[in-house]
């Protein structure tokens, strides 16, 4: 079916804006079989079911919209004192003199830029692959645009238990940089990584990231989105776990105009277990969007969404995750919340949960609750000296605790509970200026 002309127009004058990769190898045509998928559906708009509560006007523009780089001052970076092997892009171009040597005992790290070139590689029947999956029955159109027109990303193959985290680092420089990148990750039966992200990465950010989790494999991943404000990014993690493999995905956002978040997983292997959890805070013109699709394959597999919204002075939250169960997918355990706390009445949190159910042995609950500050606990701890402020600041990290508690690193999870803080205390400190 031909594309309504406004599709057909945008996505060309989309197409023209973008610099064309260098295409050769087995990424050539991997590229190729996505452009077509995307010829075949077009951008969205905002008439399209699952983008009815966030306009993509901004990020369907040819041109990257204008973002100002945010400065830390004297804060820390993000994971500053682990021990962890940093990879850096700066507004979506690979950093060899900030980024470590990508050498690491168990793993094999790789550049997309420079391994795509080859004949044959093991990434060939991963990248695109979970993407292409993952569009079906919701397209996903700039995903499909990523993987057709990304320039950079890294490949990582994980044979053992890595001795250390990998840390993507992704650095925003050019007020109009428009960055995209595609990473490739694949464990082997039994292996483990921890993947962490960071920083902005640029005006306008696209990303996709594609997990293979093999049998009896865990996969943590923690992201931190940077808080340059007038950021724009819409991200992809398509993921397929087999039998007995573990996911565990965890996205603090703080800032940023537009974001939307898209988490599309398949259970495809007995009793796996994917856990995904997000904690957005947002002040103003904050439009934040997580968007999750689990399917359950395979019977006896666990999942779980937490997601948890903090909005104030007209700030907008959207959450629509689906849990989509086989009827093959018997003993399934599938568990969503998603919950906003609203800080005054210009703000509005929009949600959208569903389930869908072909198996009559399961236990899958779903809930979505939107409120205010506890005025009763709000008094409790006024009446015993919490100046107010605080008492608020207080009530907001208890609210998020859910989503920090889905971290298995108990050490990140609590440098997440101080920059949340810190975040809150820069608000109260701005509110009563």
């Given at each position: 079916m031909a594309l309504p002309k406004a599709k057909e127009g945008a996505l060309e004058a989309r197409l023209q804006a973008l610099a064309t990769p260098d295409s050769r190898g087995w990424l050539a045509a991997a590229r190729a079989e996505a452009m077509t998928r995307l010829q075949g559906m077009g951008l969205p708009a905002r008439r399209d079911e699952y983008w009815r509560y966030t306009d993509p006007a901004a990020l369907n523009a040819p041109e990257a919209?204008?973002?100002?780089?945010?400065?830390?001052?004297?804060?820390?970076?993000?994971?500053?004192?682990?021990?962890?092997?940093?990879?850096?892009?700066?507004?979506?171009?690979?950093?060899?003199v900030a980024s470590d040597d990508l050498a690491l005992s168990g793993v094999r790290i790789e550049r997309l830029a420079t391994a795509g070139a080859a004949d044959?590689?093991?990434?060939?029947?991963?990248?695109?692959?979970?993407?292409?999956?993952?569009?079906a029955p919701v397209a996903r159109p700039f995903a499909a645009l990523n993987s057709a027109c990304a320039t950079d990303g890294v490949l990582i193959h994980v044979t053992g238990k890595a001795t250390k985290p990998v840390s993507l680092v992704y650095v925003h420089k050019s007020e109009t940089s428009d960055?995209?990148?595609?990473h490739c990750v694949k464990l082997d039966p039994g292996a483990e990584l921890t993947l962490l992200e960071n920083g902005p990465a640029?005006?306008?950010f696209c990303k996709v990231l594609e997990v293979e989790v093999g049998e009896d494999a865990s996969f943590h991943h923690i992201r931190l989105q940077g808080r340059d404000h007038e950021r724009r990014a819409v991200t992809h993690l398509f993921a397929r776990l087999a039998a007995r493999a573990e996911l565990r995905s965890f996205t603090l956002t703080a800032n940023g105009r537009l974001t939307r978040n898209e988490a599309v997983?398949?259970?495809?292997?007995?009793?796996a277990r994917a856990h995904l959890a997000g904690a957005a805070v947002g002040?103003?013109?904050?439009?934040?969007d997580d968007t999750v699709f689990v399917t359950h394959s395979a019977p006896a597999c666990e999942s779980r969404q937490v997601f948890k919204k903090v909005l104030m002075n007209g700030a907008v939250g959207v959450f629509q995750g689906k849990i989509l169960v086989r009827q093959s997918a018997q003993k399934t355990d599938?568990?969503?919340?998603?919950?906003?706390?609203?800080?005054?009445?210009?703000s509005q949190?929009?949600?959208?949960?569903?389930?869908?159910?072909?198996?009559?042995?399961v236990k899958c609950s779903h809930g979505s609750t939107s409120g205010a500050i506890d005025d009763t606990a709000l008094f409790y701890l006024q009446s015993r000296g919490v100046p107010r402020a605080a008492a608020q600041g207080l009530l907001v990290l208890a609210f998020l605790a859910e989503a920090i508690q889905e971290i298995a690193d108990d050490s990140i999870a609590e440098d997440i509970r101080a920059r949340l803080e810190r975040w809150l205390n820069r608000h109260a400190a701005k509110a009563g200026q």
């Open positions: 919209p204008a973002a100002a780089r945010f400065e830390p001052g004297d804060e820390a970076e993000p994971f500053d004192g682990m021990d962890r092997l940093r990879i850096v892009f700066v507004d979506g171009v690979f950093d060899p044959i590689h093991w990434a060939q029947g991963l990248y695109g692959v979970l993407e292409a999956r993952g569009q960055a995209n990148l595609h640029a005006a306008r997983i398949e259970l495809a292997g007995a009793e002040d103003g013109d904050f439009h934040h599938g568990y969503q919340i998603s919950q906003s706390l609203l800080l005054d009445e210009d949190f929009l949600a959208k949960p569903e389930l869908e159910i072909y198996a009559d042995d």
